[in-house]
């Protein structure tokens, strides 16, 4: 805009002008120009050429676009789908009445599995009504024992009474409570609650958890899990993200148990008849979903922070595994996210407590984070290495939520990635500082990466930013694509974003501390810290777009250069993703190693369907994706592949390159981009690999094309047998079965994945040696197979040992109360008959076994070649049994685990008719059921258009090496 003085007086043209907002500009911010009507046609030329100019300066011969040219409109064909489900299309309480504080008192009846309550919570009156409606679920609300007192009222007859019994509608958990007469507006007042409940066994709301003492005797403690809508089970609530209140929680319970809440305690006062009444500070003001409340027969260690704040672990009482590994981590992990979001951890305490009994695998309710045991009690003889690092993770994950999520928590469930996908990213990133022996990064590619790339490769996926009404809904969006994909992009935004990155989440968690936000509020405060980036354009499209693209990448006829396109990626196939509805574009920020510059990241970013990268003529291969930090796949010509392969094979690309080729072939083979033998052939480029992460990826491909074959012929599977025992074999010979001193963690995970590859490939030396093992394991030398060999151990034993193996490896379970010795059992039953199968699932049913751990069971059976119908069929049988004794997320894994490894069009069709019943229909899981289907559909793709390539390609191995 034309405002000095100076600029006015050249201004000579004395009529009117004609004011254009941002036609020509490419910059961040709008521009205005005034023209006179004469000289339009003399700007637009002007600016026209100015602007190709500067595109062609910077992209054609630069590569990046440089981040203040970023457009804030979106690079998409067809702008973004709007995924926000709007507040009317919410169902959402009314607004008439709001909380500000609550009032809690609670009186658990273990022995009975019942506890009573009371409220009293402060409300601001909106508008006049005669109801209030709250949420409450599965709880009695007394009409005789609730009331509304307006504030100031002084006389015993002020309260007023309800008009009639408080009605629970159970399809929206919505209590109506209808008083006698109207309250005013404006007005505030305490309303008084008294209510009861059932300390349930379903692993949600205020619910039991049974644990055995020493010798024998059953016990129990009462625990929380309130995320996402759960907080109603407990107490008659206003339970929505964004209708945030303080707290305060007092609990009258047995004198010799421990209460915990999110707040220290403050007041204890013991009473006759051994009660004792714990009285806790307030909270600040939170959602209702991050209040949590325990009580149990508990002990605990403790450590503090430099800052001051006492750190604790809780563990039911006759727990033996050490909690003293997660202490630490969790000190470290406060200090670290202290200084790295720049606001100190700002509650007085942080209690971490172990509970036999959890559906998820931790739950981070502020200043009381929830987990099962296996995720925060250690044991050096039972805990595997991995299960050593995934511990520390999920600790770092848990604090990380500490900030991002409780101290600023997302509006609506439809940003429910900004919490998950924020913490899951700020959780490795911990760990990474922490300790930098697990590798994590790399591990990275693994456990998220290729987990948000599988499933956004789905049809049935849907967008990080996902429309969210009903609470229903809910649970189905704690999956891949929040926490994976979610994380990935926040990391590919954080090396795009650079230092500025950190100042960036300072500024947005200060801005909105106690409060709640939407993802926009991140992208705004990260601009504003970045250098005039504008994040929102850069990022619209990853997270209101459903999918990702495939860049492919081949050389520039006749000079330097080398060409890259990018199109959606899609499971279904390229020409399901040329479709008009799938014609998608992202801003694709490009990151490539060349043989010339080896050492340097150069970076472009591809906003354009196609583009050229300044590679020079004589480079002997490029990388693209460097690390695999980006959230995209990349196809290579073949002549780019076959020297990229000589890079590979010389080590000359890092380890994450190594991986991330090998997980980008196989994708690509699987989806008909290319040929199983191609990807098959690619694995030749990593003779003389020697690090461990890459080994997984090779056996994990290797597995993965013997599961989606597995109805075809016995030979197939004989002759990949034959390459893998070539494989692992001289890895086992070389890492051998005991631990080396000055091993880290990442030897142990090599000797676990050597062994058990050899293992399920039947090397006969190795099956050998684990027998002998497994017999002196049985006879009491519990170091005869260390914690990291137990699970490949077990299974071995399981799948050759007929039905008095699987008998044997079930004792084991029996007669420990360890977790991680439980569950590598329990992973490992998966015999080769089809009626073992379903001994072991019946076996998951039964009383030894968790509810939380039983779909480990429908996994392993679900995932053997000769089992997978069975399970399948005993799922179906059993469903009834299924339904009633899980909900939410266990549920839908249950269903998922038995159907998606099906790859048979036929079975398809009677998955789709089995849940379409009414009798079996749950809603909440109809979007797992529709992935399942359509990988069921993919993969029955895969198996008819390139079983018999496989089969010659194996074929041709087991002959060649006969020579």
Known sequence: TWKSRVHRRRLAWPGPFLTFSGIFSPLSRPMRILVRPSDLVHAFLVSTFLFSFARYYFTDLHGPVPADLLSPSSPSSQPPPSNMATKAERELLPETVRPSHYELFLEPDLPAFTYAGRVDVTVDLKAPTDTIVLNAKHLVVSRAGSHFTPAGSATAAAPVKLAAEPAHNKENDHLTLTFETELAAGSTGTLHLEFTGELNDQMCGWYRSKYNEADGTETYCAVTQFEAVDARRAFPCWDEPEIKATFGVTMRVEAGLVALSNMPDVETRVEDGGKKTVRFEKSPIMSTYLLAFAVGDFKSIEASTKGGVKVRVFMPRPETDSGEFALQTGVKCLEFFGDYYGIEYPLPKMDMLAVPDFAAGAMENWGLVLYRTKYLLFNEATTSAKDKTRLAYVVAHELAHQWFGNLVTMEWWTDLWLNEGFATWAGWLAIDTIYPEFCVWDGFLTEEWALGLKLDALLSSHPIEVPVAKAEEIDSIFDHISYAKGSSVIRMLAQFVGNDFAAGVTHYLKRHQYDNSVTVDLWRALSEKAGGIDVAALMGPWVKQ?????????????????????????????????????????????????????????????????????????????????????????????????????????????????????????????????????????????????????????????????????????????????????????????????????????????????????????????????????????????????????????????????????????????????????????????????????????????????????????????????????????????????????????????????????ADDSLAEEVRAFFADPKNHVAGIKRQIDQSLEKIGVDAAWVSRDAAAVADWFGAYAANSKK
């Open 546 to 902: 459903m999918g990702y693209p495939v860049v492919s990448a081949e050389r520039v006829e006749g000079g330097g250069g080398v060409r890259v396109t990018q199109r959606r990626f899609l499971s279904q196939g390229p020409e399901a993703a040329a479709q008009p509805d799938n014609d998608y574009l992202w801003p694709v920020p490009l990151t490539f190693r060349t043989a010339d510059k080896p050492g340097e990241v150069q970076s472009f970013l591809l906003r354009e369907r196609s583009a050229v990268l300044p590679v020079a003529a004589g480079a002997a291969w490029v990388k693209l994706n460097v690390d695999h930090s980006g959230f995209y796949r990349v196809q290579y010509s073949a002549e780019m592949l076959a020297q990229l392969g000589g890079a590979i094979r010389a080590k000359a690309v890092s380890v994450s390159d190594r991986m991330g080729v090998i997980m980008d072939v196989f994708a690509l083979a699987a989806a008909s981009y290319s040929s199983t033998a191609s990807a098959l052939d690619a694995l030749t480029y990593y003779d003389g690999e020697t690090e461990y992460l890459v080994w997984t990826l090779i056996a994990g491909k290797l597995s993965g094309v013997a599961s989606v074959m597995y109805q075809q012929p016995d030979q197939l599977h004989q002759n990949l047998a034959q390459l893998g025992r070539s494989l692992f074999v001289p890895l086992v010979e070389r890492l051998g079965w005991e631990p080396k001193a000055g091993e880290g963690p990442l030897d142990a995970m090599f000797r676990a994945l050597a062994v058990g590859a050899a293992l399920k490939y039947e090397a006969e030396a190795v099956v050998a040696e684990a027998r002998v093992r497994f017999e002196r394991f049985r006879a009491g030398d519990q170091g005869a197979i260390v914690a990291d060999l137990q699970h490949p151990v077990f299974a071995a034993i399981v799948n050759g040992g007929g039905e008095a193996g699987l008998e044997q490896v079930m004792a084991v379970y029996k007669e420990t109360e360890n977790t991680g010795l439980r569950t590598s059992v329990l992973n490992a039953l998966s015999p080769n008959d089809p009626a073992l199968a379903r001994r072991a699932l019946e076996f998951s049913l039964s009383a030894d076994v968790r509810k939380q751990d039983g779909f480990l069971v429908v996994s392993a059976t679900a995932h053997g070649r000769k089992t997978r119908r069975a399970a399948w069929e005993f799922v179906k049988e059993h469903w009834a049994t299924y339904k009633e004794g899980l909900e939410g997320m266990l549920l839908g894994r249950v269903a998922a685990l038995a159907t998606e490894s099906l």
